[in-house]
């Protein structure tokens, strides 16, 4: 049987969709008030289970007869003051999966990480799986809590467990409503006039999902793997999704005075109203970053072509508007 945990969530929920296609058995870890995505609702063959990553007993519960085990939880924040909890759920909690996988003989882990995880790279190449991360003045707390879950991961397959790690790019889809990437094309939708000069890695879910099963499936192992459709630059992505969605393309180019400026103001803002604000220090100076990034190996490992991103902007505007 196959354990997955972050089921919930925008991959975990593709993923499960993708396996229970394939003919999988999937244990499905959620937490106990979550809500099941609309996405595998009406899907029987799921077994669900309440466990938290963090709660090491009822997390040995759910593992009983698991052979192989996605990884896909994760706390995704930019906030500085999630840093602790980020970092027990992002690296305690999968230290807690590894070592328990090792004493149950599960013989298949996929960890899902990041591109943050990923070194910046030499100007003007593409990023690769081979770039060094080092820590940094400019380094954000979730690429820190991801390079640390990634040493344990490593540290895990020293010890005897096969393992393997995707690193996707931006992950987009239809599905994912107005949470995460989807929280851009509303912005869009509601008529955002400004764009960042940086550039980004961009990749559909469902490649994502297909690409971790592949992977699962292959005898590869101790290695790590890009999942990246295409690279845009912020202003043509963001006047893509304005041409399919109706509304006027972003016009004003964005300067780091301006988002330095902007960060300043949601301090205040946060100060007096204790309302937390989206923009933090360190979107503001990601925005202008270009990160571009190789996906040749993945491509050339699994012979595997991507689905075009201009295609995927497309069906995820067509449901924004329908739905």
Known sequence: MILVTGATGFLGSELIRQLILKGE????????????????????????????????????????????????????????????????????????????????????????????????????????????????????????????????????????????????????????????????????????NYYPGGSFGYVDVEDVAKSMILLMDSDISDERFIINAENWSYQDFFTEIAINLGKRPPQIALKPWMMNLAYLGTRFLTFFTGKKHGLTKETASSAFKKRNFSNEKVKKTLNLEFKPIKQSISEICHNFQTH
């Not at 995704?76 to 070592?99: C, Q, W, Y």
């Not at 790690?165 to 987009?172: D, E, G, K, T």
Request: charged letters at 25%; glycine letters at 6%; aromatic letters at 8%.
């Open 25 to 192: 058995k999937v244990r499905a870890i959620k937490r106990e008030y979550s809500n099941l995505p609309t996405l595998l609702k009406n899907e029987s063959e799921i077994e669900w289970f309440n466990a938290d990553i963090l709660d090491y007993f009822t997390l040995k519960n759910a593992m009983e007869g698991i052979t192989k085990v996605y990884h896909c939880a994760a706390f995704i924040s930019f906030d500085p003051a999630d840093r602790k909890m980020m970092r027990k759920v992002n690296v305690e909690g999968t230290i807690n999966l590894l070592n328990l996988s090792m004493d149950m003989n599960v013989s298949r882990f996929l960890h899902v990480s990041s591109v943050a995880a990923l070194g910046e790279g030499k100007k003007e190449e593409l990023i690769t799986e081979n770039e060094h991360w080092e820590h940094g003045p400019n380094s954000s707390n979730y690429s820190i809590s991801k390079y640390e879950s990634e040493m344990e991961v490593f540290r895990a397959n020293a010890e005897g467990l096969n393992t393997i790690i995707v690193n996707p790019s931006i992950i987009i889809g239809k599905n994912a409503g107005n949470q995460g990437s989807g929280q851009l094309f509303e912005s869009i939708q509601k008529g955002l």
